[in-house]
């Protein structure tokens, strides 16, 4: 039963470290054509002024978000994994929710506490020792960026010990 087991989930598990989020590798220059051909479909298409952004995210369950940024005539820009630190501290109250999913993607979850009035978007990433991180996103009734900072992504399993 448990070989039967493994043959099945080994090809999944193989698909999974052959995944097409390698955005880091993108060179500029590259063809829009070429990275979808590369990374397959993105998970959203965002315009910005002289061209569009291909998101390509892991949320809600994985850690990581390229943004390739493609200019007017189809050429890749740059291409970035954007949760990390670095990104996350751009975020100014003043943003939209919108200016947080064209920087970052859709967020891992969207939810509430009883002490904040509006919504809380939550993003998962790897600070840069590795450790599982939240980044929290506030938004007024509004929509609009009034405080966010960074938290630890606990884990509730016996085998480790947390």
Known sequence: ???KLISLLLPLVLAACTTPFNGFNIAPGTSRDAVIARMGQPTRIVALPNGQRLQYSLQ???QYAWMVDVD???KVI??????DETDFNRIQPGWTRADVEREFGPPALIDGVSSWPG???TYRWKDMVGTDMFYYVY???QGIVRRAH???EFHNDPDRGN
């Open 78 to 83: 740059q291409a970035r994994q954007v949760l």
């Open 139 to 141: 938004l007024d009734q």
């Open 1 to 3: 039963m448990m070989r």
């Open 72 to 74: 007017a005539s189809g």
């Open 119 to 121: 919504p809380i978007m």
């Open 60 to 62: 809600p369950m994985g």
């Open 150 to 152: 960074p938290g630890m």
